[in-house]
């Protein structure tokens, strides 16, 4: 209860006093309260009752009770994103009387992305004393919204073309596709490609082209990542090529000199040309030969010289020379008694050179 008492005089001369009278009002709620003056007015001066000399006038003031301001304010709440529902509940009251509380009212709101979103008090207000009683009525209730805010995290996401290794054949060959480390689940990754491509005996970035884009379902969520893009590889390596000198173990000694010559190529691929190299070897005496591959090799397509695509690689022939078999009989003499040694001699075969050239006696 609020009361207010007393009252004021207007022209009640100098040393003249006003005795016999009181004036007061009460209140509780919203409202206006009378503030009668009661009793009889009696004017004194000093001990002298002078009252016949005034007209005396009694005027009602008001007691006024004013609706008392409060504010119900929703709760607020920052988060980082992190990929799951953040919700911020409740509310706060200014100005409420001790001992008041309040019901009906609710404020919430739950949201996964970033942004700012306003939490609005819902509901309508009751307020009770605390006996229970409702006095709603002598407030003046005024809501405020509330924020949810969720800004942006710092998720580091890595796109890393493709790497892989092939073999040079001549042709273009390309590596495409990348990969992810990062990604939130339920994240989906868009507006990008990785390609490389090349031909010859070296490294090829596979480059990640585009801008990429980050989706949950339909809602783009690219700005809570830090992304970084790396190229990828293709490593075209060189193409083994092995040159083998001819071999030839079939030779037989004949005393003539005797030629093996020319190599066989594996790995090189259709089309292309191997010139600059050379194996040959001319021996005569029977014996075992190496027969080595010489020369600097050059190796070419239609358009050019393409020798360092290659990993050359020689190998050694063989060149066998066997013995003739050369068989010598000695031939059969017949001799009388006393007849003088006839002159001794052999039938030579497997040889068809100089006999002077072999070495036998007769005895």
């Known amino acids: 209860m609020q009361v207010v008492s007393g009252y004021d005089v207007e022209g009640l001369l100098s040393g003249h006093e006003l005795v016999g009278v009181s004036a007061s009002a009460s209140g509780t709620d919203y409202g206006t309260y009378s503030s009668e003056v009661l009793g009889k007015a009696v004017i004194l001066d000093g001990q002298e009752d002078v009252t016949q000399n005034y007209v005396i006038t009694k005027t009602a003031s008001e007691l006024k009770i004013d609706k008392r301001d409060i504010t119900i ?8 994103y992190n990929n799951a529902n953040r919700t911020v509940s409740g509310y706060t009251t200014e100005n409420l009387v001790s001992g008041h509380s309040i019901s009906g009212v609710s404020a919430s709101r739950t949201e996964k992305n970033v942004n700012n979103y306003p939490v609005v008090v819902q509901g309508t207000a009751i307020i ?128 003539q000199e005797q030629t093996v010559s020319g190599y066989k190529v594996e790995g090189l691929i259709d089309g292309h040309t191997l010139s600059g190299l050379s194996a040959s070897r001319t021996e005569t005496a029977a014996a075992s030969y190496s027969i080595s591959v010489e020369g600097v090799a050059a190796i070419a397509d239609s358009n050019g010289d393409v020798t360092g695509n290659y990993e050359i690689k020689t190998q050694p022939g063989n060149m066998l020379i066997a013995a003739k078999e050369v068989n010598i009989a000695a031939d059969n003499k017949v001799i009388g ?23 036998y006696t007769l005895s």
Do not use: R
């Not at 304010?73 to 980082?80: L, M, W, Y």
């Not at 390609?195 to 005996?201: I, K, L, R, S, V």
């Open 337 to 359: 008694f006393g007849d003088a040694m006839p002159e001794l001699s052999a039938t030579v075969s497997g040889w068809d050179g100089d006999l002077n050239e072999i070495g």
């Open 128 to 255: 009770q004393d605390a006996d229970g009683n409702i006095v709603t009525g002598n407030y003046n209730i005024g809501k405020q919204e509330g924020m949810l805010t969720i800004t942006p995290a710092s998720i580091a996401l890595s796109i890393t073309g493709k790497s892989d290794t092939k073999t040079y054949n001549g042709e273009e060959q390309s590596l495409g596709g990348y990969d992810v480390v990062g990604l939130l689940g339920g994240h989906t990754l868009e507006g990008i490609t990785a390609q490389g491509a090349g031909t010859d005996f070296g490294d090829y970035a596979v480059k990640v082209l585009g801008t990429p884009v980050v989706m949950d379902g339909d809602v783009a969520v690219t700005k809570n990542y830090v992304i970084a893009k790396n190229d990828g590889t293709l490593s075209i390596e060189k193409k083994e090529l092995t040159v083998t000198a001819n071999s030839d173990e079939t030779l037989v000694y004949n005393g």
């Open 73 to 80: 304010k929703a709760n607020s709440d920052t988060f980082v």
